[in-house]
């Protein structure tokens, strides 16, 4: 490309870009006249980059990286997808036969980490834990790469592997790990005795179904004399937020469950309904830094209504609601555009879910300078394999001491 060519295409860019905001200024609120300003110095850095770069600059990838620069500094959410990533992932969604790895992610410290892990997963089997950085996916660095790219990556054709460089705790240098790609049966509720009265019950989804398949859980144990139920949210990544607001209608009778909350949709408000209640006895929520999503929503619903303690530690904070939009080139957004709130109307997407009675089990309890695991997604290294409901879980064990006496709870 000559230099004239350039200088046409830059300006014909900025007087485009311009001539919208200007519309925009015209047309509606004052809000639009920040806009047009960034816009601006956009169109100004684009040009210092054309005339000034030592190299002359890949204009395609210039823009693409400004755009996942811009979306990955509102959330960890929210992501661009360029028009052939946006294609691969219509592709990879629309066909049931892709298969995945198990890995539940966000992103931290600028790099995409893994909150959880789904059990009997290939990431399982793998060696990967909470906590976990990938330093790259697919041979690509993560350091410029939103939730989405990586989710998309990680999808594929069930049998091949998708290689991951992963940094574990205490680490400095990744690990090279080949990921298979499986297609993953649903997993079921683990239901657990505790005691003559009590039953764990954990949670790996909330996807679709979940309610009924726990309705049915509930039923069978109140007709076993169990009058005690602990249900336990660590490790529990997926599901969608309706699903986890109808679980909290089993349980709470009265009350504002949580709210939805955005700039362009109107508030939400759930509350809860008594004729769906079928446990009015005690319930304990366990819950700690992999805690994530729909999960959150969960734990807020019976912490607002005042129904039972969580225990355990703070949640990750991802709960929020994302919004598919096409654009008019191929590529698309992926844009966050509410967020569920806790009863003190602060968003568990920035703030998480803090528990009533802070416990914090050895594998996850603090980083090694003392920082908290949820504001920083490090843990310490578990053992494989689904963690395991025993005596020698503080956190279940704190639950199950506050559930038989309400009166010892921790000054």
Not at 202 to 231: D, H, Y
Not at 339 to 348: C, R, T
Request: proline share 4%; charged share 25%.
């Amino acid at each position: 490309m000559n230099r004239l060519t350039r200088y046409s295409i830059l300006a014909a860019s900025v007087l485009i870009v311009g001539w919208v905001g200007i519309g925009h200024v015209l047309g509606r609120t004052t809000n639009d006249s920040n806009a047009y300003k960034s816009l601006v110095v956009y169109g100004e850095v684009l040009q210092r980059i054309q005339n000034d770069y030592v190299d002359e600059p890949n204009m395609h990838l210039v823009t693409a990286g400004s755009l996942h620069g811009l979306l990955e500094s509102l959330d960890s959410e929210s992501s661009y997808l360029t028009p052939r990533e946006y294609t691969e992932y219509q592709q990879k969604l629309a066909n049931p036969g892709t298969g995945e790895t198990g890995l539940n992610l966000s992103k931290r410290f600028g790099y995409i980490i893994v909150t959880s892990v789904m059990p009997e997963s290939s990431a399982e089997k793998a060696g990967l834990h909470s906590g976990d950085i990938l330093e790259s996916v697919a041979g690509f660095t993560t350091r410029e790469m939103s939730v989405g790219q990586a989710k998309n990556l990680l999808a594929g054709q069930p049998g091949t592997a998708a290689k991951v460089g992963v940094i574990r705790r205490g680490k400095t240098d990744p690990e090279e790990v080949d990921v298979v790609r499986t297609k993953m049966p649903e997993a079921k509720l683990q239901v657990q005795k505790v005691d003559n009265d009590t039953i764990a019950i954990r949670f790996s989804t909330l996807n679709p179904g979940r309610k009924e398949e726990l309705r049915g859980k509930l039923q069978e144990a109140e007709k076993q004399g169990v009058s005690r139920v602990i249900l336990d949210v660590r490790d529990c990544g997926r599901g969608q937020t309706s699903e986890a607001i109808e679980i909290a209608r089993l349980f709470v009778s009265s009350g504002t469950l949580t709210k939805l909350h955005g700039q362009t949709i109107s508030e939400q408000i759930f509350n809860a309904e008594p004729s769906k209640v079928i446990w009015k006895g005690p319930v304990s929520v366990l819950m700690d830094g992999t805690t994530t999503g729909a999960a959150e929503v969960l734990a807020a619903a019976i912490a607002n209504t005042k129904r039972g303690d969580l225990v355990g530690d703070r949640t990750f904070g991802l709960a929020s609601e994302q919004k598919l939009i096409p654009l008019d080139d191929g590529a698309a957004l992926i844009l966050t555009v509410g967020n569920f709130s806790n009863a003190d109307g602060k968003s568990i997407l920035d703030e998480g879910v803090t528990p009533t009675e802070v416990v914090r089990a050895a594998a996850s309890s603090e980083t090694d300078d003392g920082e908290d695991v949820a504001a920083t997604g490090a843990q310490k290294e578990p053992a494989p394999g689904p963690r395991p409901l025993s005596a020698d879980d503080p956190v279940l064990q704190k639950a199950l001491q506050l559930l038989k006496n309400p009166a010892k709870k921790a000054a």
